[in-house]
């Protein structure tokens, strides 16, 4: 048997408050065994591309990446937010070390090839379970990884690649060697049969149930491509996935994503 | 015998300048065997700094740390510049890892006490002899830390720590295990002696030039911290330390230091 790994992917307002991150890095630190923090930006890519005077550009949910951003995130996503969250979780007793896809070589990505829409430095990965070495010596060795949403082309490009993508691309990579539970925590306790209600969490959801929740309406925006990403992420070998807000990180009160 | 290894620092100019860039970092992916790079941040962190309206201060060619150049050399050395130069190491074929002091805690230090000067979050280290075992398990498997001048507390707090300072307390760390090569690469050939003539180079540098290098005028500034890490280093483990400019990065035509 597998043993287990716990991927826990944060970003929004979990990384842009202080408190709720203190609780969520405590949390993190108190689960046993090999696990990996996988962080967005939250606000403040944004926030500094405007103090530069860079205008975040977004196309359905997605960031435009310019150089002028890829600038600002590289800074923002690898060296302040990473770091940071690596320097907290030290001093909680976590031996974590800050990743970009680059650093090890531990994601490669493609250059998001141009169709009606010019991304920019977006990064596409390509999803098959495998052999992550490098990650599996780090875990082996009780180092904690914690992945900012950077990976590279493999020719010196430095991409930008969405944070939920690559917690679902390690989960899959490291499928062969663990058993895989990925947490997606967010700003809202789950799936929300009604998205007014906060207590209307549905516990488990189907790809029955979420085509009917799309038609109605109660799934829309950016949850879209977190739900894909989730059921993707399950048909290509992680073995359980939750989606939860920094209440409990261990997804038990959130919505568990489920096949059957 | 210990395995040898390598350890070349790079700054100012060489970060500031593509093609010189480039040029280094060919030169260090020929070098065989383990080796690390330490960085500094050129003026790139100077000048994000003014963008951002924080205007960098300095004393004695220290910088002065506020919680806004925290800030700004956190986004800088730890992001903007390690990662491409990882991502640029990667495409030479080199398994590059970037890290600062807090990743794998490989480099602790101490907030710098107030006497007369207040420098903020500046951190010191302590050198000693002994095991940096996440350094070491790197090595052994083929990564090449490349490493930023930040380091943390343990406490949770980012501190900023000159990049010469840091290859030398890396250096001492790890000669216990590997008989070390330092070499600072510098925006001149070495020990020049005479400031003016950049065919001067001395080829040799003891304490006793040194002094009558000092008293003389020759040697000033921001090298005397320099050569007095450089001797520091020898005296407690280092085995060989060089200086030279980007030219030839193994030291052999610049200065080497020598306790005698």
Same mark, same amino acid.
């Given at each position: @048997?597998?043993?287990?790994?716990?991927?826990?992917?944060?970003?929004?307002?979990?990384?842009?408050? !202080?408190?709720?991150?203190?609780?969520?890095?405590?949390?993190?630190? #108190?689960?046993?065994?090999? &696990?990996? @923090?996988?962080?967005?930006?939250?606000?403040?890519?944004?926030?500094?591309? +405007?103090?530069?005077?860079?205008?975040? &550009? @977004?196309?359905?949910?997605?960031?435009?990446?310019? +150089?002028?951003?890829?600038?600002?995130?590289?800074?923002?996503?690898? #060296?302040?937010?990473?770091?940071?969250?690596?320097?907290?979780?030290?001093?909680?007793?976590?031996?974590?070390?800050?990743?970009?896809?680059?650093?090890?070589?531990?994601?490669?990505?493609?250059?998001? !090839?141009?169709?009606?829409?010019?991304?920019?430095?977006?990064?596409?990965?390509?999803?098959? !379970?495998?052999?992550?070495?490098?990650?599996?010596?780090?875990?082996?060795?009780?180092?904690?990884? /914690?992945?900012?949403?950077?990976?590279?082309? #493999?020719?010196?490009?430095?991409?930008?690649?969405?944070?939920?993508?690559?917690?679902?691309?390690?989960?899959?990579?490291?499928?062969?060697?663990?058993? /895989?539970?990925?947490?997606?925590?967010?700003? &809202? !306790?789950?799936?929300?049969?009604?998205? +007014?209600?906060?207590?209307?969490?549905?516990?488990?959801?189907?790809?029955?149930?979420?085509?009917?929740?799309?038609?109605? #309406?109660?799934?829309?925006?950016? @949850?879209?491509?977190?739900?894909?990403?989730?059921?993707?992420?399950?048909?290509?070998?992680? &073995?359980?996935?939750?989606?939860?807000?920094?209440?409990?990180?261990?997804?038990?009160?959130?919505?568990?994503?489920?096949?059957?």
């Amino acid at each position: @048997m597998n043993k287990n790994l716990f991927i826990l992917k944060i970003g929004g307002r979990v990384i842009d408050d !202080p408190n709720v991150l203190n609780q969520v890095l405590d949390q993190f630190a #108190g689960i046993t065994g090999p &696990k990996i @923090m996988v962080h967005g930006g939250g606000d403040q890519a944004s926030q500094m591309g +405007e103090q530069l005077g860079i205008t975040a &550009k @977004m196309v359905d949910g997605r960031r435009i990446t310019s +150089e002028d951003t890829l600038q600002v995130v590289t800074m923002v996503y690898g #060296g302040l937010v990473n770091k940071n969250l690596v320097a907290r979780l030290q001093s909680k007793g976590i031996n974590a070390i800050g990743l970009s896809g680059a650093d090890g070589n531990i994601i490669q990505a493609v250059k998001r !090839p141009v169709k009606d829409i010019d991304y920019g430095f977006a990064g596409d990965l390509t999803e098959s !379970p495998g052999d992550n070495l490098v990650l599996e010596l780090f875990l082996k060795h009780g180092l904690v990884p /914690v992945c900012c949403p950077l990976t590279h082309d #493999g020719k010196g490009q430095l991409l930008n690649t969405n944070a939920d993508t690559i917690a679902r691309h390690l989960g899959i990579a490291l499928s062969g060697k663990y058993s /895989v539970t990925l947490v997606y925590c967010l700003d &809202k !306790p789950g799936v929300l049969l009604d998205p +007014e209600d906060i207590n209307s969490v549905l516990p488990l959801l189907s790809p029955q149930n979420y085509q009917q929740l799309v038609s109605s #309406g109660a799934v829309a925006g950016g @949850m879209i491509p977190k739900l894909d990403n989730a059921f993707a992420g399950l048909r290509l070998g992680i &073995k359980r996935i939750f989606l939860c807000d920094w209440r409990d990180i261990t997804g038990s009160s959130g919505t568990k994503v489920s096949l059957s």
